[in-house]
């Protein structure tokens, strides 16, 4: 236990025979379950955790009969958590990319009651720039940008990380049937969250790597498919929140934002195709342009604005 609340910790596993001993064999004390998901891996992962599991009552395996994709096994330890009355759950990786001795730091926010849903962000320390690879570094930092628009907590960073804890109010609220289950999963739980206004936290966590993980993400894929699910993830959080639950005048802000910027990308093509067809471009046109650039930029920023103000006590 810690400060009086049980935890679990989530492990989601897939072909992770080299790994998976080093996350046992590290985990602290004040862990109570180790709920270890293994998502229908092709190598020993599973052997190798049940042979931990009989020297080792805390250890929980629970094996999938379909690969689910790493959200999916983060939703079924998550499901275990709720059915089993653990005040928090936290999530850690397989392949011991997350530090055990930041693990109170995680946990602090969510058992002090402070907060709902904590995760660590390793963008904190001056080492992140030098421990994470260059492209990955740069691709979580655009993510992380456009999480902040879809999710509506702006305060949070570092969107990438799988190092969380919720609590257990958390944990019996979300309907984990309808988690995303790929790679976009703490996208689409940050969302989720937002919707029902619980407060979340950014906790510093030391980046690790070259501890002998195999990646399993394909940049060429994620690189579309995670911006293709925040646009959907943001549209859901506006219909959710501002329309049905509660009305609120942003949605009219971003509404016109698009609707300009829209407009804006027509008027400069016409621009641009009469510059090239007559080698000049009327004043009126120029103008017509440049103001439909302002209206949605301005637009767009007081709905950002709006947005801020609505969810800036979630901290």
């Known amino acids: 236990m810690y400060k009086g609340k049980t935890v679990s910790v989530v492990v989601p596993a897939y072909n992770e025979e080299t790994q998976i001993k080093m996350v046992t064999d590290t985990m602290p004390d004040i862990v109570d379950k180790i709920v270890i998901v293994n998502d229908k891996s092709k190598d020993r992962t599973g052997e190798i955790v049940a042979a931990e599991a009989a020297k080792n009552p805390k250890i929980l395996l629970i094996n999938h009969e379909v690969n689910q994709g790493v959200g999916g096994a983060i939703a079924t330890g998550y499901k275990w958590s709720r059915d ?24 602090d926010p969510v058992a002090d009651g402070e907060v709902d849903y904590s995760k660590g962000n390793r963008l904190f320390t001056g080492e992140a720039y030098q421990k994470i690879p260059k492209v990955r570094y740069f691709g979580n930092s655009v993510l ?40 976009g ?36 894929k994620v690189i579309f498919t995670i911006p293709n699910l925040l646009l959907r993830l943001f549209l859901y959080r506006m219909k959710e929140k501002y329309i049905i639950r509660n009305f609120h005048p942003l949605v009219l802000f971003y509404f016109m934002g698009f609707l300009f910027t829209l407009l804006t990308i027509f008027l400069f093509i016409r621009v641009f195709w009469i510059w090239g067809s007559t080698g000049d471009i009327p004043d009126i046109n120029a103008m017509a342009a440049l103001f439909s650039f302002n209206s949605a930029s301005l637009f767009t920023l007081f709905g950002m604005w709006f947005d801020m103000e609505v969810n800036k006590d979630l901290r």
């Not at 936290?90 to 946990?107: E, F, I, R, T």
């Not at 990438?160 to 995303?180: C, E, N, P, R, V």
């Not at 969250?193 to 993400?217: A, H, M, T």
Request: hydrophobic share 40%.
């Open 185 to 220: 999963q703490p996208n689409d739980l940050l969302v989720k969250l937002n919707i029902y206004d619980f407060k979340v936290r950014d906790v510093p966590v030391e980046p690790v790597y070259n501890v002998g993980e195999k990646s399993g993400i394909k940049i060429r």
């Open 144 to 183: 992380s940008l456009l999480t902040k628009i879809a999710s509506g907590y702006w305060h949070v960073a570092d969107s990438q990380t799988g190092y969380t804890a919720i609590s257990h109010k958390a944990l019996s609220t979300i309907d984990w049937d309808k988690m995303y289950k790929r790679y």
């Open 84 to 107: 089993n009355n653990i005040d928090i759950a936290v999530v850690m990786a397989g392949d011991a990319q997350m530090n055990p001795d930041d693990l109170p730091a995680v946990l």
